[in-house]
């Protein structure tokens, strides 16, 4: 069984930036949609960034020219790099991998982000 174990959330000022992190414990992300979803309190998860297993990134428009996925399949590692960020960023961020080509579906726990005003 794939894990994925988020990390990076944390407390910032609004303007600051976080760098998330989603590790696999398997090798994976070189055949899979990893993607970073983040659900706000009383609010429905949404999706903030995807990377394909060929590269190609897509963005929340909420979101668009602040953040940046990138993978580094060596290191079994997505990231997701959120400059400027917003009070309204406050979320639990969490990490989806999608097998190209299957119906395996990974989810990690999240991590907590807060963005203070």
């Known amino acids: 069984q794939v894990q994925l174990v988020e990390s990076g959330g944390g407390l910032v000022q609004a303007g600051g930036s976080l760098r998330l992190s989603c590790v696999s414990s398997?090798?994976?992300?070189?055949?899979?949609?990893v993607s970073w979803y983040r659900q706000a309190p009383g609010k429905q998860r949404e999706l903030v960034a995807a990377i394909g297993s060929i590269g190609f990134t897509n963005y929340a428009d909420s979101v668009k020219g602040r953040c940046t996925i990138s993978r580094d399949n060596a290191k079994n590692t997505v990231y997701l790099q959120m400059n400027s960020l917003k009070p309204e960023d406050t979320a639990v961020y969490y990490c989806n991998a999608k097998i190209v080509g299957s119906a395996m579906d990974y989810w990690g726990k999240g991590t907590l982000v807060t963005v203070s005003s």
């Open positions: 398997g090798s994976i992300f070189n055949i899979a949609t």
